[in-house]
């Protein structure tokens, strides 16, 4: 599972970060996610392996700009571009009305593809393809949020050769038959079934996506079974003393709290106040604060999000850099 | 007048440019005007030597997404700056409606500064403050599409010294007096009035900024008295010729027409097709065709826009490429 960040800041752009954006894929696969798309979404992907073409399914998680200004410019370029591929928009109350006046006014009468919305402000919302099971969480901010929990979609094990030797399955057509998850029948009459000849399937690696929020525990039944989880991390405990609550925000510190609770391994935080640098000057606020913040609290490993940064969650559990994005 | 473009792209951010935007500004004044905004604008904006802060008013041709899909997101930017100075949104019928739902739909319900729109879609229409009288023109494009022409507000010129002498008006307070426009009284009684001795004028700087149009010929009204005139040349003919005429964009040659009958001096073609590259590998378009074309059909300067390209019209008439944007 990859994720390549295309914007980590909070609020608004700087010249060293772009407004929430963030695309998923499964590993080398052609179709991927976006996960909220703020102003210039279509700008940052233009630097990424990402195509319009292969973007399947967008995921918003709240209404604030920041989170949701980019749609209106990504959706007339993929229309320009021709796309043909159905586009679906997962995302809770406001923004299918904000993008549907939007295109409107702008004249956009008519899209060369089919435009569906699903509301993602409901308990049942479960969104599923070949890829991914993806649910939505409710969260607390200033307006409803949510997160949402990519699943992998369990593909059933490899065979088993030692096991269809015991059995006397000999090699040839039938294994295929019994890969494509169809029964066979053996000279001796006996019937075989897949699942007697499978290995168990590869554990499905689980990322956990939040929108903004000021309660990181309430994700904690979410990340049951997570290895990753994708959080803001605006502030610092000490610049949101300062602050004060009411931006409704998370710290490092409250972020790596509820991942230390669920027991997740790993922690990506991101959507940073501008205030934090990347190479502070002396008396300036540096990003590295925050992961020294999270690792107080987290006995995982801790990330800092940046525009363009790309992870890697592999099958064996580890998160990794990667270094193309 | 100095000109900087934020996006000299047609419809879709290239690599090398974004969509349409452009500052304007009187010389060295803080205060300063947007024509068109693009998505992205506020991005290319934090790179210029322009703030949100001294941003006056802003001017949108037309409501296609390419030329004012930027507004939600500079508005909020400005608005979590906290501005406070009230910002006019001159614009044809669309603009207000986008913005004003885009907004709501963000749960953006209170700016910190008073935001008023303009329709200039009408005939009568005439901005005017210390610095520009502003005007709309009517263009021909796939939507209401206008240009605007600035021009300079006269100042009244300066002192003439030879007069003052000849007239008797001993140099101290009563020169200071007429310059600031009040007549002055003489110890022999005369009165002498600010007009009897102030030089003429200078001559008032106007540039003609087109939106998006496939008959330049349209402006010629508009560019009487015009130094400068920018306007999109979307194509060369070659390519126009292929495409068709149904996106209903100019030609440089078209430009450079219309820009010769009315005999400005200058003209900044901008708004280029993607496929136009700046630099070119063999049997690639290049921008330099369309200036090529532009020239053997108008006898003054042709300039290509450029994002972060800024211009410098004199008082003497003369347009300098500057360095610095």
Same mark, same amino acid.
């Given at each position: ?12 752009? $700087? ?16 179709? %991927? ?58 995302? !809770? ?30 308990? +049942? ?18 307006? !409803? +949020? ?23 399955? !000999?090699?040839?057509?039938? %294994? ?8 066979? $029948? ?54 949101? *003393?300062?602050?004060? !609550? ?23 935080? $991101?959507?940073? +106040? ?35 940064? *790309? %992870? ?14």
């Amino acid at each position: 599972m990859r994720l390549t960040f295309l914007g980590t800041s909070a609020g608004v752009p $700087t010249l060293e970060r772009n407004v929430t954006a963030l695309a998923l894929a499964l590993d080398e696969q052609r179709e %991927w996610y976006l996960v909220d798309c703020g102003e210039g979404t279509q700008h940052r992907l233009m630097r990424s392996r990402y195509t319009l073409s292969g973007l399947k399914t967008i995921f918003i998680t709240h209404v604030h700009g920041d989170h949701m200004f980019g749609l209106p410019g990504l959706i007339t370029t993929a229309s320009m571009q021709g796309r043909k591929d159905p586009l679906t928009i997962c995302a !809770p109350a406001g923004v299918e009305s904000f993008v549907r006046h939007a295109l409107q006014c702008a004249a956009v009468t008519e899209l060369p593809f089919t435009l569906t919305f699903r509301a993602t402000d409901v308990e +049942s919302f479960e969104y599923r393809d070949n890829h991914f099971s993806v649910t939505s969480h409710e969260l607390s901010h200033r307006v !409803p +949020s949510f997160a949402y929990r990519f699943a992998e979609c369990c593909h059933p094990g490899a065979l088993d050769q030692d096991r269809l030797n015991a059995l006397g399955v !000999p090699r040839g057509p039938l %294994w295929g038959k019994l890969q494509s998850g169809q029964p066979v $029948t053996l000279e001796d009459g006996r019937v075989i079934e897949p699942e007697q000849v499978r290995q168990p399937p590869p554990p499905a690696r689980v990322a956990v996506i939040g929108g903004d929020n000021d309660q990181p525990g309430l994700l904690h039944t979410a990340l049951q079974g997570a290895q990753l989880m994708v959080h803001e991390a605006t502030f610092t405990e000490d610049v949101f *003393c300062k602050v004060g !609550p009411k931006y409704m925000h998370s710290t490092a510190k409250r972020v790596a709290e509820a991942a230390e609770q669920a027991q997740v391994d790993h922690v990506i935080l $991101t959507h940073f +106040s501008g205030r934090y640098r990347r190479s502070p000057k002396p008396g300036e606020y540096g990003v590295e604060m925050l992961r020294q913040e999270a690792k107080h609290y987290f006995h995982g490993t801790v990330s800092l999000a940046e525009d363009w940064g *790309c %992870w890697q969650l592999g099958r064996d559990g580890r998160l990794e850099r990667l270094k193309d994005h």
